[in-house]
């Protein structure tokens, strides 16, 4: 039985080719992409629809945004192995590049952690901190923390992502989370970054009536 998978396997591949193979093998590990994903993290293929013309077994959708496609995952353990984890970390960083300039935030911050690309997640998560309705979003927050090493645990983004997470069920536990990352960002030169933890203490403080934080903060933005 497995002899008959591995035959058909290898005539499929052979009809594709070693070349696009690869390329086909970067789209596995990318996920579902569309033309600009696919310049970015596999190369000038024709598009997304060159690159997956008449290969069978693709998975096709659509929105507003364009035309995506994916292959079927049935692909993945055929195609996997033609790539290096180098080859692989440098695809999935490549399209989370693309995802996090269209504020695709969740898939983006996924490809990295898969990368163990943590420089740019953290990157990524801070991007997402500083947009408006964040605490709307704890949820994700909360899962793209427990996504991070635990060399990482402290950073002042996973402050900042444990500040909002706690903000949205006891929001006045969230002052010291939120403290703890704007001093982290300063202490880094992050002038972004401490604004986004001084802006959120300051809506805890302003929920709370807490005037003195509100003037601490103030103070601080002024300076």
């Known amino acids: 039985g497995d002899l008959v998978g591995d035959y058909v396997w290898d005539e499929v591949l052979r009809t594709v080719g070693e070349r696009r193979a690869r390329h086909l093998a970067r789209l596995v590990v990318v996920g579902v992409s569309d033309d600009e994903i696919t310049a970015e993290a596999i190369g000038d293929v024709g598009g997304i629809?060159?690159?997956?013309?008449?290969?069978?077994?693709?998975?096709?959708?659509?929105?507003?945004?364009?035309?995506?496609?994916?292959?079927?995952?049935?692909?993945?353990?055929?195609?996997?192995?033609?790539?290096?984890?180098?080859?692989?970390?440098?695809?999935?960083?490549?399209?989370?590049?693309?995802?996090?300039?269209?504020?695709?935030?969740?898939?983006?911050?996924?490809?990295?952690?898969?990368?163990?690309?943590?420089?740019?997640?953290?990157?990524?998560?801070?991007?997402?901190?500083?947009?408006?309705?964040?605490?709307e979003e704890w949820h994700r927050f909360a899962r793209w923390r427990r996504l991070l090493p635990d060399h990482l645990a402290d950073?002042?983004?996973?402050?900042?992502?444990?500040?909002?997470?706690?903000?949205?069920?006891?929001?006045?536990?969230?002052?010291?989370?939120?403290?703890c990352a704007a001093a982290g960002f300063r202490d880094v030169g992050d002038m972004e970054g401490e604004l986004a933890a001084i802006q959120k203490h300051g809506l805890i403080a302003l929920w709370a009536n807490d005037v003195v934080t509100l003037l601490a903060r103030r103070q601080r933005v002024g300076g």
């Not at 983004?157 to 010291?176: F, K, Q, S, Y």
């Open 49 to 135: 629809a060159g690159l997956t013309d008449g290969v069978p077994l693709v998975q096709w959708a659509g929105d507003v945004s364009g035309t995506w496609a994916g292959l079927h995952p049935l692909w993945a353990p055929v195609l996997r192995p033609l790539l290096s984890d180098d080859e692989v970390a440098d695809a999935r960083r490549a399209a989370a590049a693309v995802h996090r300039r269209r504020r695709r935030y969740d898939r983006a911050i996924d490809l990295l952690a898969d990368a163990e690309a943590w420089h740019e997640l953290v990157a990524t998560m801070r991007d997402a901190t500083a947009q408006y309705g964040a605490f």
């Open 155 to 179: 950073h002042p983004v996973a402050r900042l992502a444990a500040g909002i997470e706690t903000a949205a069920l006891i929001p006045g536990d969230a002052a010291a989370d939120f403290a």
